[in-house]
DNA sequence: TAATATCAGATGTTAAAACATACTTTAAGT
DNA sequence: ACTTAAAGTATGTTTTAACATCTGATATTA
């Protein structure tokens, strides 16, 4: 269905608006795609996001460093991170070299769960299944030069 | 700068997974920015969007309505139309042809606040503004394609 | 018309995010 | 070394979202 129609709006000022009002839309579209994934494990995407941050990192990376690597970048991420350490799918310690910082690392059963997760991982692409390789390209370039402005 | 050294990721799987969290990450960004123009009139951008739905109704429309038209359906909009009431931007009152509904209507104070924030309106398409015409037109016509799938 | 189901909205509760502040450790400046 | 500033994280508080339940109004069906 149209953007218009969905938002019941006729038309938009200009292309660029759309574009805004675009990202939003499309955004809570998906969310609502991907929801059931993470809910399947009772998990939130910020954990599932910080899991895989963590999985890919090769050493033991602090809470800032978490942050920054986050595709929102949130003040609560120590919070979420004592969560997973409550579910023991992370641990942590503090740092050796500066006491200030903290060690944070993903257990084994948090890596069992991300293999888990893995499983759904062609499921998830079907959310932009309805783009061609070369539509994907084109989304994730002009996507990242909208970006390029700051 | 470019999303894989953003959140410090050397390559995805697929340009579909890249596309979620290209939209993901956008999103977030196009918050960041926005947020600022909303904090200025102390409202915020469910509020926004809700006073705009109104302003764009020809007739009074109820709760379930808006919800409808929402960027994002949320299930608290009632409360968010409270909200607005509180703050003396919109009204309602009980639906006189089916009572179980409300006829929420934006008031004067709401439509001055929105045109107040009208003449931002081109500031916020420049966050879109590292983008062509044609470019915006391309994001635009490729997202409504991706949400096609259903 | 009586009984039941459905709809719209309000409200209560719980979980998460947003914001501010405090605490401890390190770094910088004198 | 002492003072001050800054960094990194933890914690308290307030606001908001998510989920479930409840109430009253209308629609449906027997």
Redesign the interface.
Known sequence: ???EKD???TKF??????????????????NER?KSFFEKEDITQQQFNILR?LR?AVTPISTSQIR??????MSDTSRIVDRLITKSLVKKIICSGDKRMVDVTITPKGRKLLEKLDAF?LT????????T?A??????K????????S
């Open positions: 269905m149209s953007l938002i019941n709006q000022r200009t292309e660029h608006q759309k574009v805004i009002i675009n990202i939003i839309y499309t955004y809570n579209w998906m991907l941050i890919g920054e690597r986050m595709l929102d970048k991982e998830m692409d079907a959310v932009a299944g309805a783009l390789e539509d994907a390209k084109n989304v994730n002009l996507l990242d030069k909208m970006r390029l402005s």
